[in-house]
């Protein structure tokens, strides 16, 4: 009889991508996957670090499968345990211990394990680590859109992030194997890709200078394969907003207008301390660029509130930057002081309830201005991807998302199914956030 495993995924869209990948490996090698509750014999975690939090739900998750069997194989992988492996080998809830760069060796480990019974710790020091893992997926749990890694690691060394310490230097996937994923993936009907990675900016930055390939190239080269229609990017940095970034991409019907571009302060006092590599201008005129490219874009982004030595002064300022780009939408983030990082020792550490004060008005901010784009889109034609089917008051229909990421629903008729691509017009809102369109045709 095959052995039962339950998965479990903490953090990121990379870490819920490579869950995806190890699960597939312990399909092709026989293990049954199973619901994360009783009655598995080997408990996956694939824990993250991203803050003191996740290290501990990490550890919780851990505990909480040796509790639901006793007897079962518990795994951890992933962030935390390359930034925490003493303490994970001296806990006895866990027997196997995989590495960021390991995962790809699931199976073997496993039987490794089976045959010695005694606990394995496989972490290698990630800093040294120059290949990129490659793992791959044929299916993803998501319906229609399918997230592909292209890159890992990150040489950024942001004072308040671990990543870099748990991730290591930056390594990006080949071309040829991003796009064998790409096919598979639109050989089973996915229509929308997103290029995803820790700091996926760097694409290509690793490769020998005779073969550099770039990000733009990456896309160039994805945009080719046949059946995807829609290509959208995972978070970027200021940075890479060039001209011949902008000129390249937009030549690309299927790049979806939708740009994540990472700020986290308006304020240059607090860039600078948090050793982002850009002023709070040159990230506007990145934003000028993008508009002079695209007439409507959703740019959206990430800010944390109550960083160390923020002053009210920085904040009023990083909000007025905010309020003045017209963002669709903004992450809003009080700061969490993450242990080994520079930021956790710096002085002027500020009281949660400054945090959660900046943190109220800021999120206003957002609610406004996410409102204000979805607003303008009513009486325009929008492309959606029809998702799944809801109901709103009573009504059943498609829920959808725009090349924009808007989200509006279309009626339910036979005339669709789920992961078609329709041209609908928004005609007003649906639900909270959600536009309500009417379908004009059928691609
Ligand atoms: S860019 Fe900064 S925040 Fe992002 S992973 Fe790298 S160090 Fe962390």
Redesign the pocket.
């Known amino acids: 009889m095959s052995k039962k495993v339950a998965l479990h995924n903490l953090g990121c869209k990379v870490n819920a991508y490579e869950v995806e990948a190890m699960q597939q490996l312990l399909e092709k090698a026989g293990y049954e996957i199973v619901p994360f509750e009783e009655g598995a014999d080997i408990y996956l975690i694939n824990t993250c670090t991203v803050t003191n939090i996740a290290d501990r739900k990490s550890r919780q998750m851990l505990h909480k499968a040796k509790k639901m069997n006793p007897d079962a194989i518990v795994v951890a992988t992933g962030c935390y345990v390359q930034t925490d492996t003493q303490k994970l080998e001296a806990d006895s809830a866990v027997d196997l211990i995989l590495g960021n760069n390991q995962k790809k060796q699931i199976v073997e480990a496993l039987e490794e394990y089976e045959k010695e019974h005694a606990k394995k710790v496989k972490v290698i020091e990630i800093n040294k680590t120059k290949e990129y893992e490659d793992l791959s997926i044929g299916y993803t749990a998501e319906h229609v859109r399918a997230y592909i890694k292209v890159q890992d690691g990150?040489n950024?060394?942001?004072t308040y992030?671990i990543?870099?310490y748990a991730r290591g230097r930056v390594r990006s996937r080949k071309i040829a194997e991003v796009l064998e994923e790409v096919r598979t993936l639109a050989a089973r009907g996915y229509k929308e890709v997103v290029l995803t990675g820790?700091?996926l900016s760097s694409y290509g930055l690793d490769f020998p200078k005779e073969e550099r390939e770039s990000l733009l190239s990456l896309i160039q080269a994805v945009h080719e394969v046949d059946g995807i229609a829609r290509i959208r990017l995972g978070s970027l940095?200021p940075r890479i907003i060039t001209e011949e970034f902008m000129e390249g991409i937009s030549a690309l019907p299927k790049v979806c207008p939708h740009f994540h571009l990472s700020l986290q302060s308006g304020c240059d006092k607090t860039l600078k301390n948090m050793n982002r590599r850009y002023s709070a201008p040159e990230y506007a005129e990145k934003c000028e660029l993008i508009r002079r490219f695209y007439p409507a874009p959703a740019l959206t982004t990430d800010v944390i509130v109550g960083f160390p030595m923020e002053t009210e002064e920085d904040f009023e300022d990083s909000y007025e930057f905010v309020k003045n780009i017209h963002f669709y939408e903004t992450h809003i983030f009080k700061y969490s002081r993450r242990q080994g990082t520079k930021a956790a020792a710096m002085d002027g550490q500020l009281t949660e309830a400054v945090k959660a004060q900046r943190s109220e008005k800021m999120l206003k901010l957002h609610e406004i201005r996410a409102k204000e784009y979805e607003t303008a889109m009513i009486g325009r034609t929008l492309e959606l991807l029809l998702e799944e089917e809801v109901e709103i008051g009573g009504k059943t229909y498609f829920m959808a998302h725009s090349k924009e990421y808007v989200r509006a629903v279309i009626e339910k008729t036979d005339a669709h199914k789920v992961n078609d691509l329709v041209k609908a017009k928004a005609v007003d809102f649906a639900d909270e956030h959600v536009l309500l369109a009417i379908c004009e045709d059928l691609y």
Request: proline residues 10%.
């Open positions: 990150c950024q060394f942001c992030c990543i870099p820790i700091h940095e």
